[in-house]
């Protein structure tokens, strides 16, 4: 069955940096899509990035695009994502999920998620 651990969650200050990742484990995932999500407390949970297993560039929200850089690491099975001058706002619970539809429909798989905090 389809594994996802999130790691590297944690304080991090206004203009600092923080890199999330995520291991995947337990099927195939080539034709996958693996993608980031973020709930903060009291709202609901929303799309940050995905990207296709296969190939291809991440698609971001707009909210994070030229703050925030997905990776993928094919031989590892890992994904991560590198948060670079977070904002307050960007405090939530950060959820790895995979979808073996791709992009498109609902996204099944989903780990236990990482905390991220920011602080002004």
């Known amino acids: 069955q389809v594994q996802l651990v999130e790691s590297g969650g944690g304080l991090v200050q206004t203009g600092g940096s923080l890199r999330l990742s995520c291991a995947a484990s337990?099927?195939?995932?080539?034709?996958?899509?693996l993608g980031w999500f973020r709930q903060a407390p009291g709202k609901e949970r929303k799309f940050v990035a995905h990207?296709?297993?296969?190939?291809?560039?991440?698609f971001y929200t707009n909210s994070v695009k030229d703050r925030f850089t997905m990776y993928r690491n094919n031989d590892a099975n890992t994904i991560s994502l590198q948060m670079n001058t977070p904002k307050p706002e960007d405090t939530a619970m950060y959820y790895c999920?995979?979808?073996?539809?791709?992009?498109?429909?609902?996204?099944?798989?989903w780990g236990q998620g990482t905390q991220v905090t920011v602080s002004s």
């Open positions: 337990g099927r195939d995932f080539t034709s996958y899509a």
């Open positions: 999920a995979a979808n073996p539809r791709g992009t498109s429909g609902e996204w099944p798989y």
């Open positions: 990207i296709a297993w296969a190939g291809g560039n991440p």
